[in-house]
Nanobody, 115 residues
Framework: QVYLVESGGDLVQPGGSLRLSCKVS????????MDWHRQAPGNQRELVAT???????NYTDSVRGRFTISRDNVWRTTYLQMNSLKPEDTAVYYC?????????WGRGTQVTVVS
């Protein structure tokens, strides 16, 4: 079975930083692309950032230049470094992997940005 466990969410003031982590088990992590998504209350879940197995990255426009996705294939973990946080970044953040023809999600970690 494939498991993803997120951590690192917190309450932070605007302009602050957080680093989210997502530990993956049950697959050969280095072979797969990893995503971070987020969902704010009343909104659809949106893709935030992707890191491909090659190490290339992609970001949605609203976070480009502020967020950095990375991965550690030894520890089977993907990270999302979030800087210059804004209130509109408030959401539950989920990591995702598509493996063996199926989508797997973590349970999410809450990020709240408020003065």
């Amino acid at each position: 079975q494939v498991y993803l466990v997120e951590s690192g969410g917190d309450l932070v003031q605007p302009g602050g930083s957080l680093r989210l982590s997502c530990k993956v088990s049950g697959v050969k992590f280095s072979l797969y692309d990893m995503d971070w998504h987020r969902q704010a209350p009343g909104n659809q879940r949106e893709l935030v950032a992707t890191i491909f197995s090659s190490g290339q990255t992609n970001y949605t426009d609203s976070v480009r230049g502020r967020f950095t996705i990375s991965r550690d294939n030894v520890w089977r973990t993907t990270y999302l470094q979030m800087n210059s946080l804004k209130p509109e970044d408030t959401a539950v953040y989920y990591c995702h992997i598509r493996a063996r023809g199926s989508d797997f999600w973590g349970r999410g970690t809450q990020v709240t940005v408020v003065s």
